[in-house]
């Protein structure tokens, strides 16, 4: 097996003054998940639709596992699993039709009904595709990148529009996939997503990758500080709270503020005091550790959500 599964320079994609992919680097290292992280609009499904040959790239050079896209498609085709945001399933068959189809395509699949368990669908089987609610689309979506059995799969925003329940279901079918010695390229905007799955992330806005290694080592290297949220402060306090003790920044949304710290007794203690002073009772005082979401707000000035 190749070191790299999925290998990326200078890739380019431009529509008129955007510039969707604005060349990107990457390398995605065989049987580990790699996980695209950023909103809608970074340019995250217009990456994977190049690298799995659907559309055309303006500039930049691509290796799916030592093969172009671009000139060997065929070749590409039969060893990858793909999973887009836009299905266009054949909404009059059933699950278990649809499924059989798709295997039917190649030399090894899954068995199919195997396939349909790990989904979470086996009471659905015999549903054709347009009775099926949204996830339980997506989650098909899944089963037919998963049926070839392939080396490589890629997963486009996957868990988008699951509840929680189905959605920690996926991340136990994209364990298993590593564990198995697969690689998957999973696209999505949900943080916790990404930290529990990824072994490396790349994050990605306005077509530009922004940063990228494992999860716990871009945290590292962005923050050393924890973060203390709280509700209900004053606005005419923020700078009063930018200078309590251990505080390294500050960030505010609406009237909840997250203070980092390096010292978590200090600053609480400061903050108390702050607020007994001003005869105002502070509410749903958490204290975490800083995220991926942090990150993203400290390297964009902006959440990842915001469009």
Known sequence: MDLNAVVVSGLRKVYGSVKAVDNLDLRVESGQVFGMLGPNGA?????????????????GEVSIMGLDPAKQAREVKSRIGVQLQTHGLYPRLT??????LFASFYKNPLPPDEVIERVG???KARTIVKALSGGQVQRLAVALAMVNDAELVFLDEPTTGLDPQARRGLWDVIRHMREQGKTVFLTTHYMEEAERLCDT????????IIAQGPPSSLII??????AVEFSNFMAADRERLELLPGVTRTRFDG???TLYTRDIPRTIAGLMELAEGNGVTIGDVTVRRSTLEDVFLKLTGRRIREE
């Open 43 to 59: 340019g995250k499904t217009t990456t994977v639709e190049i690298l799995v040959g659907l559309r055309s790239r303006d500039a």
């Open 95 to 100: 699950v278990r039709e649809l499924v059989c």
């Open 121 to 123: 669908l086996t009471a």
């Open 201 to 208: 992330v790349a994050i990605v806005d306005h077509g530009k």
């Open 221 to 226: 290297e962005h923050f050393q500080e924890q």
């Open 255 to 257: 009237d909840r503020a």
